[in-house]
């Protein structure tokens, strides 16, 4: 429901047109002015009042976000016009009251979808992203463990060690004969 004060002047103007009153309803409707004609034509309030309620009741609504007279977070949030008012609501990624958002750490709170074993979260501002833990390449949600061992990108002993390839990472083992941490091996070359 809208309600308005109206108030009302009237001022006594002579003109030559016809015996028709002329009424100027401002935007506001906050003052109306009648005009009379030379014979002092005169419309009561009560007719006015309800001249203006009938040609306004669907137009008093202001929508303030499309206006951008809101006080909703800048940033952060999201105005809905409602008749009569707007509504404040966060961003996806940000908590409050849609006034006051502040940035919801994914990460942190364990409320992301990045696969803990083959990619670590990483927090951005109003979001997250997954990054892929050594050893694996891919996309957002496709991750593909890098065969070290068969791209040779291994940092294993070539003739006295083998590679043995492990979902994210390798293992550089001594071969026969030879004792050490595979980066290293010691023993006889037969």
Avoid: W
């Avoid at 906050?30 to 309030?45: C, E, H, K, R, Y």
């Avoid at 999201?78 to 990460?107: A, K, L, M, Q, V």
């Amino acid at each position: 429901m809208i309600s308005f004060q109206t108030s009302t002047s009237v001022i006594k103007k002579p003109t030559t047109a016809a015996r028709t009153p002329t009424v100027q309803i401002p935007r506001d409707l906050t003052t109306a002015l009648v005009f009379l004609d030379s014979a002092g034509m005169d419309i009561n309030a009560k007719t006015l009042l309800t001249v203006l309620a009938i040609r306004y009741t669907h137009n008093c609504n202001i929508d303030e976000c499309a206006e951008s007279i809101h006080n909703c977070s800048k940033d952060n949030a999201t105005c809905s016009n409602s008749e009569g008012s707007f509504n404040c609501s966060c961003n996806p990624g940000y908590r409050g009251d849609g006034y006051n958002c502040t940035d919801i750490d994914e990460c942190s709170q364990n409320i992301h979808n990045c696969s803990n074993i083959t990619t670590t979260c990483s927090n951005t501002v109003g979001a997250f992203k997954c990054v892929c833990k050594p050893g694996f390449i891919g996309d957002v949600h496709n991750y593909t463990d890098i065969d070290e061992c068969s791209q040779n990108s291994h940092n294993c002993s070539y003739k006295t060690a083998t590679c043995n390839n492990s979902e994210g990472s390798f293992k550089c083992i001594c071969k026969t004969g030879f004792s050490g941490d595979g980066h290293n091996c010691t023993g006889a070359i037969q």
